[in-house]
């Protein structure tokens, strides 16, 4: 065989390799074609229930909050010792592209901090979760307790030093969000009240949870809003309460600390099989635990009436 | 007979010859179409999407010359949710940022190169080449957060002095020019090196027999010679600075362009360019504010283009074509 003939053996029989190779390797990775929601024995009757435990058998798929991923993925992994045979798979994406994937069918669960969009009216949304938020400082600026309408002037460039509200003589860098995030919807429409204001050379944007908390531990007389299980970890931020309130479980679970919002879960029409049944064990005590561990809340340990309250910010 | 009969093993032998020629050919020019396919239904793809902005509330004039940006509302002082399309900032952003960094990147590079290629020793070479090769596949988030947790607090210390001890004075478009500086410098300085070694040693010799000193040699005779290519070194680098995105955006850390832009404080305080809110805002957005990022991909593409055809037309003037 001449060379280059030779060669372009070669290089068809390379070419082929890597199609079979990317045909055989996509079926792990679980996006893309329709899931096989196939549940086979489902026994007990408690199916619906939130926080039962039932056993059902098959595959599902779930994308969407990159917050609630670790929440999701430690509870879909003890649901998976404890039921052999269901497999779960647990994707990111951030909510939007969780809610367009459920949407589209390609997945069986959507995650998401936001609630749906109008447009997406086949939705059904299961509330699961409540995850905190917490307001930190940088260590040096000797604060642990802020009022709302201290807050309010931090974020609207009244306040520039924080002797001005209580602490040393450093002055304010804000860190926030970018406009398109949760977290900062969370925080203008359930502590600001409005938009934020502050602009100009004192004032970051960070992209996402991790980096606020760097930055603020990092920057002198830095504050910032984050959720708070990664903000516990990090030892370089102080957490500060809100109106005299800590944001504990107790706290948020009555209400009288306002910074937290609620986690969907949903799917395209009603849930069944090993969807509804992981959503129920969303809430069961085993998940509890874990959520406990990552600082979220189960719904049904809120008071119903905190629910109520806080739904019906406008 | 026998001629014959070795006449028709000749000519079969030249058939399959040709025949196998023609088929590999045939299958090199598949896969260049292939490219030229994939490359264009990008172009084609993201051209459709980003004109689509303009339909929805955006003006010509607001998106290039306005200086708020705000596809999805939620950032409206007002509260009322209004969109501002203004990518005025963003753009001058990213030129300042990328040009700057070009500007600094170029003699640092070709300089290096001379150097390798004329002046060093054997043994430097061996050892430093794969090292800038090593070097020219750092992950572009390892650099982002190396910026973000070395040289912002440096650039802070450095420009408390400009900036009356601003604490977020480390953010902003100087230490974006400094990590472009690291992004973009071992891959121009490779191919630099490699333009050199091209020139082929006659024009070496000629340039050494006409009695020019090494210094002359280099400057008036192999870096004219190998301009064309040095000229792609510097294109390549370009578009690698103007698409960087994860690096940048982590120690530019504004989400607005600042007040006072033509000013040195404007360097020196969290700032903006075109791919950090593309990084940071695409994957949240849907509808007409995803339409806004499409058309800033769009821009991208286009200023990349151009700064191409410019460098192009200047490296095609070489001395030796």
Known sequence: MSNKSRYALLFGVALAITMVISACGSTSSGGGSTPTASSSTSTSSTLGTPGSYNCVQGSITASGSTARAPLVKAVAQQYSTKCSGATITVNLGGSKTGLANVEAGSVNIGNSDVPAGPT??????????????????????????????????????TYTNWNQVGGANLPIVVVSRPASSGTRATFQKYILGGPEKISGPSSLTSDSTGTVITEVASTNGAIGYAASGPAKANSGVTIVSIDGNAPSSTNVQSNTYKFWNIEHMYTKGAATGLSQALIDYMQSSDAKTIAAQQDFIALLDMQPAAITAHNAVS | MQVAESTQQATRHTRRARINNRVVSMVFFLCALLLVIVIISVIVFIASKAFLVFSEGATIKGFFFGTFWDPTGNADPTGN?????????????????????????????????????????????????????????????????LG?????????????????????????????????????????????????????GSVREASLALGSTRWQMMSKAIIPAASARLGTAVVLGFTRAIGETLAVALVLGGSQIPDKIFTLQAFFQPNINITAPIAQDFGETSGAAQNAYWTLAFVLLVITFIFVSISRLLASRSVYK
């Not at chain 1, 699961?128 to 930190?136: E, K, Q």
């Not at chain 2, 004329?118 to 988030?141: D, H, K, M, Y």
């Not at chain 2, 002095?161 to 902003?172: S, Y």
């Open chain 2, 81 to 145: 949710g209004n969109p501002s399309y203004g990518a005025g900032g963003l753009i001058l952003g990213s030129i300042i940022t990328t040009v700057i960094a070009i500007l600094l990147v170029t003699p640092f590079a070709i300089g290096t190169a001379v150097f390798f290629t004329e002046a060093a020793p054997n043994w430097l070479v061996r050892i430093l080449q794969p090292l800038i090769e090593i070097f020219t596949g750092i992950p572009s988030v390892v650099v982002g957060f």
């Open chain 1, 120 to 157: 997406q009216t086949d939705l059904v949304d299961h509330q699961v979760a409540v995850v905190i938020f917490a307001i930190i400082v940088n260590k040096g600026a000797g604060v642990t307790n802020l009022t709302t309408a201290q807050l309010k002037g931090i974020y609207a460039g």
């Open chain 2, 148 to 200: 973000l947790l070395v040289i912002v607090p440096l650039m802070q210390k450095i420009s408390a002095p400009i900036t009356n001890n601003l604490p977020t004075g480390g953010f902003g478009w100087a230490s974006a020019i400094v990590v472009l500086f690291i992004m973009v410098l071992p891959t121009t300085l490779s191919i630099s090196i490699d333009a050199l070694r091209a020139v082929p």
